[in-house]
C-alpha cells in the first residue's frame, strides 16, 4: 500500500490500479463538479510522473461510500475488467450499518429495482441479490457483511430501504430525522474485492479496512473493533 498526494493506492502494477476511495468523492465528474473527481486528480498526478498515461475507470461507487475501486491503465483492460463485473466474476463485499436488528443473522435479499439517479433514464426494473450477514449489533443500529451478486445502481440501499431498515446517515432513500441513529454520510464501505487479473489471470484479492468516521462511530457506540471483514 502506497499513497500519490493523499489517494491510497492499494494495488498496482503496469496494468491496474487498486486504490482506496474516501468518502465525499465522486469517481467520475458531475456536470457541475469536474475537475474535482477520483479520476481526474489520478490522471493529473499520473500525466506528471509518466508521459500519455491514462487511467480508466473500470466500475463505480455512490460519492458517499467509500472503498476500493479498480482502474485500468489502458482501455483495452478497462473493457476486460468491465466484462467481469457484466459476467459477475468479481467477487466483492461491503460493510454497512443499518438502522435497527433484521429478523435473520443472515439471508438474501431478492427484488426488482430501477435506476433512480437524475441522468439515468428510468427504464425496465432489474433483478437485484444481495447476500447479506450480520457481523455484530449496537443500540438501534446493526454492522452487515453484504455481498452483492448484480450490481444494480444504489441495489444496497434501496434494498435495505425496502425492508424496512435504511443505511444509517441514508438521506436519498430515506429521511434521516425519521431514524434514531445519526450519521454524517451513507454508512456503507467497500471493503473487499476479487477478480482475475486480466492479463495474466492470476487471482487478485484485496481488502480495505473500515474509514477513520466508521471505525469512530462504532467505537463511540461502544463496539471493539475491528469488525471482521
Not at 500519455?52 to 483495452?76: Q, V, W
Request: charged content about 25%.
Amino acid at each position: 500500500m502506497s499513497k500519490k498526494n493523499s489517494i491510497r493506492i492499494i494495488y498496482e502494477d503496469e496494468y491496474l490500479l487498486v486504490v482506496d476511495k474516501s468518502a465525499g468523492l465522486l469517481v467520475v465528474p458531475a456536470d457541475n463538479e469536474k475537475g474535482n473527481d477520483l479520476t481526474a486528480l489520478l490522471n493529473a498526478q499520473y500525466s506528471q510522473n509518466e508521459k500519455n498515461m491514462r487511467i480508466y475507470p473500470c466500475h463505480r461507487l455512490d460519492k458517499e461510500t467509500s472503498g476500493l475501486i479498480i482502474f485500468a491503465k489502458s482501455k483495452r483492460v478497462q473493457q476486460a475488467i468491465m466484462d467481469e463485473f457484466r459476467n459477475r466474476e468479481v467477487r466483492k463485499h461491503y460493510i454497512a450499518f443499518i438502522q435497527g436488528k433484521l429478523k435473520q443473522r443472515s439471508g438474501v435479499l431478492k427484488s426488482y429495482i430501477q435506476a433512480v439517479w437524475p441522468y439515468m433514464k428510468k427504464g425496465k426494473k432489474k433483478l437485484a441479490i444481495t447476500n447479506f450477514q450480520t457481523q455484530t449489533v449496537g443500540k438501534n443500529f446493526s454492522v452487515l457483511k453484504l455481498q452483492p451478486l448484480t450490481g444494480r445502481t444504489n441495489q444496497i440501499r434501496i434494498q435495505f430501504r425496502d425492508i424496512g431498515h435504511p443505511l444509517v446517515g441514508e438521506r436519498r432513500f430515506a429521511f434521516a430525522r425519521d431514524w434514531p441513529v445519526k450519521f454524517r454520510r451513507t454508512a456503507l464501505h467497500a471493503a473487499g474485492l476479487e477478480f482475475a487479473h486480466p492479463i495474466n489471470k492470476s487471482r487478485i484479492k484485496l481488502q480495505s479496512e473500515l474509514p477513520e468516521d466508521m471505525s469512530e462511530f462504532l467505537n463511540k457506540n461502544g463496539i471493539s473493533l475491528p469488525v471482521k471483514n
